[in-house]
């Protein structure tokens, strides 16, 4: 059985519905994402299974037991702010021994869930600062600390990398799925970050205007996305226009205006002449000069637009010749020189024909 | 008068020069206006009393009115009722404010400027005009002339200089705070006593200031709603000055007023840096 499950929930806001008819299941153990842009109704979802706000329709169930009308102080589960919302009065320490003096364990046991949960978040040489003598990082921390002390059913997390620097987010992530996979506590994680949600999560659910549009695997929610939304959203993406000119089995040939045919391949049963969109991922796309000769499905002609030298690869933008700007990203690992062509440089970009998907619209 | 070429620190940084520029002409006025005074007050109660009032002529001085204060217990009895009032005033301000500017915090932005105003609105008319009106209020309850109609006056005089230190510190409070504490398992009555009362510590000790001080010297509410037992140092230093025209006895009793007022708050300063450390040590 799911530890929590939500069930068609939708919530209203003056005039405007910021959830859906949104159902989810997150199971026992999952590090559960909800990723979208900011107003997709994440944080609502969040909230209503903190219970600070109530869904007007449809219930939400912790292990089978609906929560409705229980205060989020009866909830058995704790919330990670934004914010962090760390007690300005209490020490480290104070802080996160709130929730163990809330549900009323001993003095005893309080100081020593205390000093283990201090350790888990390498903090025990601060436990008796205030947190405004603490870095970014180390408030965050704290907060984490507080919010799994007493080893709560599941921990909601709104944003909590986002007031981190980049290099910090980084080690902070590196941490958490550490310390989620040693505690073994359900985490329900809100961002708006894609990569974030990517390098954390079990499974991702990725919300458009207060719906849920995919949920899936990390994995899967890169390779093989849902539709536009997904594909363009979960990490960098070309996106192509095009009208499907045969379909056969596995087989897929796609009109693109103005180049010609794009060989794909596709499992579902496409009709001809049915228009959507082919959607490739940049570092699945080669880039030859015109001259040479390459072994893939799927070759097109174009011009070097730009190029971004970014260290460990090069993001080259391609100008075909329907004038659609393709972005392909090369390994600079592979060959001793930084790069291999230049601006204005005609070349060919080339893909297997298994690379893309073929999106409906 | 101000001639900057003249100073010493001539080459002194510039934001240094201006920081004096800023700094001295309320030094000078306080020196001028609040210790020069002082000091005639602490000179006037070693002298002895003239005979039609004021002091008498120079070399004549003692510490006759000291003697005199502290000869007589009931100085004493008229100190412990001023403080008792006043700390009696200042507990039932804190009681009658809180609710009050915790509800003006919790306002919409908008309202809160006009619930502000109304706090402030009574400073518009006289302070004695107001008394007079608690008059008409109490005399036809037969409460007039009593302790409670002196408490009463005080407390509402007072209130606001309460309410606006408060609700100054409430507002700020991040409503994430109650938000984090609730998750964590805590009751309203919880959040409001492990939260939001310690953080507001700060806003009742200067709403306490502004009102225990002011209500210690107060004569006016006393002379004109109290009883003839109702009489606080304020009336007593008052009657010294204006009846009795015996400066240095008033004077000694304003000295005194002073000392135990800097005691008490220094005292109260102590113990709260005590009481801090000590939490520190604790957590």
């Known amino acids: ?361 | 008068m101000r001639k900057p070429e003249a100073m010493p620190a001539a080459r002194a940084q510039p934001a240094d020069r201006s920081k004096w520029v800023v700094t001295l002409p309320p030094t000078l006025f306080l020196l001028a206006f609040f210790l020069a005074p002082a000091l005639i007050v602490v000179a006037a109660s070693l002298r002895d009393p003239g005979e039609f009032g004021g002091l008498a002529p120079w070399p004549a001085h003692s510490f006759d009115a000291y003697r005199f204060l502290f000869g007589d217990i009931i100085y004493l009895e008229i100190f412990a009722r001023s403080f008792f009032v006043a700390a009696l005033t200042t507990l039932l301000c804190i009681v009658l404010a809180y609710p009050l500017a915790w509800l003006i915090a919790r306002s919409p932005a908008r309202r809160r400027d006009l619930l502000v105003l109304l706090v402030i609105l009574p400073f518009a008319s006289n302070f004695l005009v107001r008394i007079y009106a608690w008059i008409m209020l109490l005399g036809p309850a037969n409460l007039l002339y009593t302790p409670f109609a002196v408490i009463a006056g005080m407390v509402y005089v007072h209130l606001p200089f309460m309410i606006l230190p408060l609700y100054t510190n409430l507002e700020k409070h991040d409503p994430a705070l109650l938000e984090a504490a609730q998750d964590l398992g805590a009751s309203a009555w919880t959040c409001f006593w492990r939260i939001t009362f310690p953080l507001s510590l700060p806003g009742i000790f200067s709403g306490a200031a502004l009102v225990f001080i002011p209500v210690l010297g107060m004569f006016a509410v006393p002379e004109l709603l109290g009883g003839t037992g109702d009489i606080l140092i304020g009336n007593l230093i008052k009657e010294q000055f204006l009846e009795n025209r015996d400066w240095p006895l008033g004077s000694a009793l304003s000295i005194m007023l002073t000392v135990a007022v800097l005691a008490l708050a220094g005292s109260a300063a102590w113990a709260a840096r005590k009481g801090l450390h000590g939490t520190e040590a604790v957590t």
Not at chain 1, 2 to 17: K, Q, S, Y
Not at chain 1, 47 to 69: H, N, T, V, Y
Not at chain 1, 147 to 161: A, I
Not at chain 1, 222 to 250: C, H, Q, W
């Open chain 1, 1 to 361: 059985m799911a530890l929590l499950e939500i069930r068609n929930i939708t919530r209203r806001f003056a005039g405007f519905e910021a959830v859906k008819d949104v159902t989810l299941s997150i199971a026992a153990g999952e590090f559960f994402t909800l990723l979208g842009p900011s107003g997709c109704g994440k944080t609502t979802i969040l909230r209503m299974i903190a219970g600070f706000d109530a869904p007007d329709e449809g219930d939400i169930l912790l292990d089978g037991q609906s929560l409705a009308g229980v205060p989020p102080e009866k909830r058995p589960l704790h919330t990670v702010f934004q914010s962090y919302a760390l007690f300005p009065h209490m020490t480290v320490a104070g802080n996160v021994a709130f929730p163990l003096e809330m549900a009323n364990r001993s003095r005893d046991e309080i100081r020593r869930r205390v000093a283990e949960t201090l350790a888990l978040v390498h903090l025990t040489d601060k436990a008796a600062q205030f947190p405004h003598e603490l870095s970014g990082g180390q408030k965050q921390r704290v907060a984490l600390a507080r919010g799994l002390v007493n080893k709560p059913r599941l921990l909601l997390l709104d944003e909590p990398l986002g007031a981190l620097d980049a290099k910090l987010r980084v080690e902070m992530q590196v941490e958490l799925i550490a310390l989620q996979r040693e505690v073994g506590i359900t985490f329900v994680f809100v961002t708006h970050s894609q990569q974030e949600a990517l390098a954390l999560s079990h499974r991702i659910g990725v919300m458009r205007e207060g719906r849920i549009e995919q949920c899936d695997e990390p994995d899967k929610l890169y390779t093989l996305p849902a539709n536009r939304f997904v594909a363009d959203f979960v990490g960098r993406i070309n996106l192509m226009d095009v009208e499907v000119a045969a379909s056969s089995k596995v087989l897929l040939k796609l009109k693109a205006a103005g180049l010609g045919e794009i060989a794909a391949t596709d499992l579902r049963p496409i009709a001809v002449g049915e228009r959507g969109a082919f959607a490739l991922r940049p570092e699945l796309i080669r880039v030859f000069g015109h001259r040479e000769s390459a072994d893939l499905k799927n070759r097109f002609e174009g011009r070097v637009k730009e190029l971004l030298y970014l260290g460990d690869v090069t993001l080259y933008k391609v100008e075909l010749q329907n004038g659609f700007i393709v972005e392909a990203l090369m390994p600079n690992a592979a060959s001793g020189r930084a790069k291999f062509h230049e601006v204005g440089d005609p070349v060919a970009v080339c893909w297997r024909q298994d690379a893309g998907v073929y999106l409906r619209n």
